[in-house]
Nanobody, 124 residues
Framework: VQLQASGGGLVQAGDSLRISCIVS????????MGWFRQPPGKEREFVAA????????RNADSVKGRFTISRDNAKNTVYLQMNNLKSDDTAVYYC??????????????????WGQGTLVTVSS
């Protein structure tokens, strides 16, 4: 499985942005998708995750009510819609994937596939 993230950029606080991740080589619909981020000088942290089909999305407390993970099955693309962006959201955003679902979805070690990251900068 290969993941290709895109769509990052420079925005102002309060703006919205949608980033994308094209998933190629997936061989099963029993697949899960996730987004993580790594702020400057900090460790990579969980943002959102969901099963490709079914299940309820999981979100980090810091983004609940503002970020939404979704996917377009026909385009094999995962999205992260980010609304009401804050300066604390500045980070490199990584898409992640795995077959099946893990109860440890919030941990980087639960994910087998990673994209290259896309930088989101929020100016205040």
């Amino acid at each position: 499985v290969q993941l290709q993230a895109s769509g990052g950029g420079l925005v102002q606080a309060g703006d919205s942005l949608r980033i994308s991740c094209i998933v190629s080589g997936r061989t099963s619909n029993d697949y899960s998708m996730g987004w993580f981020r790594q702020p400057p000088g900090k460790e990579r942290e969980f943002v959102a995750a969901s099963r490709w089909f079914g299940g309820s999305p999981r979100n980090a407390d810091s983004v609940k009510g503002r970020f939404t993970i979704s996917r377009d099955n026909a385009k094999n693309t995962v999205y992260l819609q980010m609304n009401n962006l804050k300066s604390d959201d500045t980070a490199v955003y990584y898409c992640a994937g795995r077959y099946g679902w893990s109860v440890s979805y919030y941990s980087t070690t639960a994910w087998a596939f990673w994209g290259q990251g896309t930088l989101v900068t929020v100016s205040s």
